[in-house]
């Protein structure tokens, strides 16, 4: 995600010079400006898929060298050397600057296995993942052979391009690239949404849990904004904390001390990046229930 | 709990002497084995319940001087020097030997302010309360009265005698003094019970969360001994761990990846420790529910 | 509901003749064309809002005599004379019109006793009404007082005034007279929405059970139509019935036979006419919830 | 269930005369007191069970002739005729006594076509079925071949006979003939059991609901015997009513008029006669939940 960056609407793109549409997307993928020199000779797009399937096009029409030189073109994960900005932004987002040493040990063992198999460094869409997915995928894929794993390597090198995109352009559409985590409290005992209600996520890895964002249940007992919105849900373990004690207790319910139900954990995996993930809660003092709706 | 201690039957405690049921009993009263000898001459007991009547009757009856001289007899909590080995299993189980500085130091300046103002050390069943709620009782009876606390302090004399008398006695009735907490484990997916869940117990504590127990489903889905049970369950904050997704994994249920549901946390307080608290999971690779039952 | 009307829109009875409006809306108050006259004068209305207010308020101001006129306008319930179209439809989508003989004698008995006591017939807006709440409001409210009644039927007019309004009128706004009764099923053993089941939905009367509709659920699990919608949801008791047997067969799953869960049937009771009742249906094939939902 | 007849004890069989013996339990197979005869000399026996697999034996053992005699020695079923006690007991709690019209034809024209293919009348536990259930088996064994039938004939034989020894005999064991039905009920608004709860059962058949029994919950909201319990379950459809709203009302929950919950349905099937179903209402004003429990 370009966050440093503004974005830019399609009808500008549409209109401008060769030199302002390269200017303006020729960092969408990596070190890597002639696909969007490729494109700019198609214009006008009337939607940003149109856009982004011609700068498919252009890296499946791609020579070897071409293709070589722009998986080359990519950083190593958890490489502290010189990188676009957008790798900075995306690779910090995914938690690859504060590594413990043992970890950026992991990660320094495994470039290398990569580079010395497969001749160019491992490329993954790191805002699809959370921390332990990285290093699954990174051994799940030094596994694979050469020809799996340029294509592997390829579709992420596309998945990245899709996600700048979608970021960097206002169109008429969006891309298919982010997915959902949402909830919603029903309070039980009286048959009515629950507002007020604290919850915190988490994404739970091997290495702890890490504080991910936090909302308050308005009166839907929904949240204003998803939890997790707007972009992938990274593929991880997650735990929801709702604070339901609290609530309770301002609703003035009879209540033990301490209370049967305080802050309520709810775990659960997401597999699917892009997909919508629905984790409500249904809740009384003594009494409640989750599941993965729509 | 007197473990190193064997239990008698109380036939033979009602036929020996004077000086063997003192010597048996004597320790249920700490440093105070002339309530086992006031009970002596009451003789014989059907029950164990009958004895703990006459037990608490001489304590009801004692002079003021012997009242004080029972306070006065108890060891301080987190206290390092020399205490009745009852005393020290009693402390040790609740955690007291294993406390941060921290800890130690606010034990210290309880202990001290207790003192002074009551003129006794401050005594509390401690098996029946975890981390927290130890330290809560504590400050919440340092703002007592002195009549309030004299009172307070020897109903927890009288729950620390009756805990050690239903231990060491072997008789045909138990002391209501235990609580119990149990599970079962029903697959939603198929309305049956899920058999070899494992399941871990931890206490919730404000410092983290401490290891208490383990244990695996049965083909009930229950386990064959409770979670806690023949003692009181330590009013505290819970969490049962239901390892689910391997569970699921061995059915051959179609799964995601990561499971939607690999380990299903359940939090909860308990605030009465001789109280049946049943916490079962009702689960699908989906979906769950959980509540207090009976 | 005028079904025999089509509707008109607003611009147009604002810049109609004031005949024309009369014409349009004469019926809205039963019998009472003159509500409308002096709703005419006071054109143009931005909202049907406006309209009704400016109504509401020609009912509050008018004269003793013009008052006891509108509601001796009314027909009596379950009457079979002379009545407006609207009445007509109104009590006959209430069912008075399908009445056993000894329902019929019912009604007459509460007629009478209504007019000897009040002076006028008995007023309810039936549409938010099932067949046991309107003989329940009937004996309720022949046991108020003049004053007490006078005010309740004149609230009744009104309401039934609104109803018609908003069938009647395209606007830019809707009147608040409508609620909502919605559904969706959850396959709690897939963790996804149950599509393709069929619900009929009943009134559950004390004469028996009453065929209100039928849906069945698309993709999301939802109906593409509320259940009951964009009218009052008569105060009532319900029965959804939910065909899973014949879903979860469709689908493959391993089934008992008979099925543990064939046809699931929900019964609840709508309080609040003008409220949304979401009653959704979590399922396994051994297993199911449902709650008052939002 | 020979509900007419006293129960006699294991040990007094075993000490008596072969006539005594055979005067006990030669009703036990339906006009075939050969069967007692044989097993009488076999004797003393520890368990029932261990005469019953004498019994057993010495039906496989039999010639042709006998199995034929046996099988012709059973009435048919809603047949008027001459009946051993027994077998009218059977019948009569299967509901066969109070068939209509039509259901009487058919049971005359499938006991024509059964007796014309296979010889000898259709024979069936009817205490294992419920009214939909017997006829289902009727319709479903007409399609069998000869040898297949005789075979399901016979087991059919024997599950008589077990059931009958079951009720008859008091040993220290029992057989395992009898399935189990048991509900209990917990207010999750408060997290404990729901007590003097009303619940009615119900068979739902094809002709209508067939009032079965009713309990109420004890304390520990379940009832203090099964609601089907000591007998075979009838494999059919059951409906369960639990009257929560009388419960709710009673304690003083603040409800809406009329109710959101009142008269809780449960409608499920039974598919093994011998086992047990639990099915536990799990119920706050305003949601409940239910599952095939353990």
């Known amino acids: 995600m370009s966050l440093h960056n503004e974005t830019v609407s399609l009808p500008t793109l549409n209109q401008g010079t060769d030199a302002t549409f390269i200017e303006g997307l020729g960092g969408m993928f990596e070190?890597?400006?002639w696909i969007a020199g490729r494109a700019a000779s198609q214009r006008p797009f009337a939607t940003v898929a149109d856009l982004f399937r011609v700068m498919h096009e252009a890296v499946e029409r791609a020579s070897e060298e071409e293709i070589l030189a722009l998986l080359r073109g990519h950083p190593e994960l958890a490489f502290s050397g010189a990188m676009t900005r957008d790798s900075v932004d995306e690779q910090n987002a995914a938690g690859l600057d504060r590594l413990s040493g043992a970890?950026?040990?992991?990660?320094?063992?495994?470039?290398?296995?990569?580079?010395?198999?497969?001749?160019?460094?491992?490329?993954?869409?790191?805002?699809?993942?959370g921390r332990d997915s990285i290093l699954r995928e990174f051994e799940r894929r030094l596994g694979l052979s050469a020809d799996q794993e340029r294509e592997t390597a390829l579709a992420e090198v596309l998945r990245i391009g899709a996600l700048r995109l979608d970021?960097?352009?206002?169109?008429?559409?969006?891309?298919?690239?982010a997915g959902r985590l949402s909830t919603h409290v029903l309070d039980t005992a009286i048959g009515r949404p629950?507002?007020?209600i604290e919850i915190e996520v988490f994404e739970?890895?091997?290495?702890?849990?890490h504080f991910v964002g936090h909302a308050t249940t308005n009166a839907d007992g929904r949240t204003d904004r998803p939890l997790i919105g707007d972009r992938p849900v990274p593929i991880a373990n997650y735990e929801l904390r709702f604070h339901v004690g609290a609530y309770f207790q301002a609703k003035g319910y009879p209540l033990a001390d301490p209370a049967f139900l305080d802050v309520v954990p709810i775990r659960f995996g997401v597999a699917e990046a892009e997909a919508h993930y629905h984790v409500p809660l249904l809740v009384s003092p003594w009494s409640y229930s989750t599941y993965r709706g729509s």
């Open 194 to 196: 629950a507002a007020g």
């Open 31 to 33: 070190n890597a400006p």
């Open 103 to 129: 970890q950026r040990e992991t990660f320094g063992r495994l470039n290398k296995a990569y580079r010395e198999k497969f001749g160019f460094p491992f490329i993954l869409c790191v805002r699809r993942h």
């Open 204 to 209: 739970v890895a091997s290495d702890g849990q």
């Open 167 to 177: 970021q960097r352009i206002a169109g008429p559409d969006r891309l298919p690239v």
